[in-house]
Each structure stands twice: as structure tokens, then as C-alpha cells.
């Protein structure tokens, strides 16, 4: 990791307009538990993406995903929102909305932007993946029988993948 590291930052340095390559540095950076550097290639990343017009939600959704697990949850909310506003018709900025209300303990807004993301197909994150976040949600706020009914699909997907 640390030759990638160093390949990264030299390509940094020829090319310091290419946002790309600081989020790709950041998630280098962010792999060694250098979350401080992370945090910063990050948002490097989103000044030259404004900067270029070659913002995308991956910059804004990594760099929210960091800020979460740091408990940031203002700036990840911020970040968060511009890439619902991006990008309304992909799933991954509804379900990390999802995921951040439900950290703030909104779990009846996180069903709601669960429900959403569920909808939607664009991205790459999975029905698995949003299922296990509805049934966090409804149990949460006690509606049993909507966490029944993700729980039966997530089974289903399971058993899907098993054959």
C-alpha cells in the first residue's frame, strides 16, 4: 500500500486538477486507519470537483461516510444532502441519508429515505443492503410488521443466492 500511496501522490503532483485521484488517495490513506489524511484528500477532492465541474457523488459520499463514522454528523448531513441534490435518482444518496438519520435517531426518517433508495436502481448499493437498514428503522420506531416484510425479502434474496 505504501507504493500506492507514493504513485498516487506523484500522479497528485503532476496533475493537482484531477479530483479523482485525491479521493483515490484517500481511500489509500483511509484503508492504513490515516483518517485525518483521508479526511483531508477527501475534501481536496470536492474543492477540485467544484473547481473543474467534474463533482461527483462519489467524492461527496465517501468523504460523508468517513465524517460519519467520525460522529460529524453535520458535516456528513451537508455532504449528504448535496448528493441527494446531484443526484436525486440514485440510491446511494438516499441510503446514506438513510443511514445518517438513523445514527441521529430519526429511524421514521430513515424508513422513509430507505423506502426511497429501495425504489430507485441507479448505484451500487444492494436491496440487501437497504432491507437490513428498513428492518433497523421500523423496529426501531416499533412498526413490526413492515420490519417482518423486509426482513422475508432479505431472506429471499439470501435464499436466491444460495442456489
Not at 77 to 96: I, M, T
Amino acid at each position: 500500500m505504501p507504493e500506492a500511496i507514493q504513485a498516487l501522490e506523484k500522479t497528485r503532483r503532476l496533475n493537482p486538477r484531477d479530483a479523482r485521484t485525491a479521493l483515490y488517495l484517500g481511500l489509500a490513506k483511509e484503508s492504513l486507519g490515516q483518517t485525518t489524511e483521508a479526511l483531508n484528500s477527501y475534501q481536496e477532492a470536492i474543492r477540485i470537483g467544484e473547481a473543474t465541474g467534474k463533482l461527483d457523488t462519489d467524492m461527496l459520499l465517501t468523504c460523508s461516510r468517513l465524517l460519519l463514522l467520525l460522529g460529524d454528523y453535520e458535516k456528513c448531513g451537508g455532504l449528504v444532502q448535496r448528493a441527494v441534490k446531484l443526484a436525486p435518482d440514485s440510491r446511494a444518496p438516499h441510503f446514506e441519508s438513510a443511514r445518517l438519520l438513523l445514527k441521529k435517531g430519526d429511524p421514521a426518517g430513515a424508513a422513509k429515505e430507505g423506502e426511497i433508495a429501495l425504489q430507485l436502481r441507479n448505484g451500487d448499493v444492494t436491496d440487501r443492503q437497504v432491507h437490513f437498514l428498513l428492518i433497523q428503522a421500523y423496529q426501531a420506531v416499533g412498526r413490526e410488521r413492515e420490519a417482518s416484510q423486509h426482513a422475508a425479502a432479505l431472506r429471499a434474496i439470501e435464499e436466491r443466492e444460495r442456489k
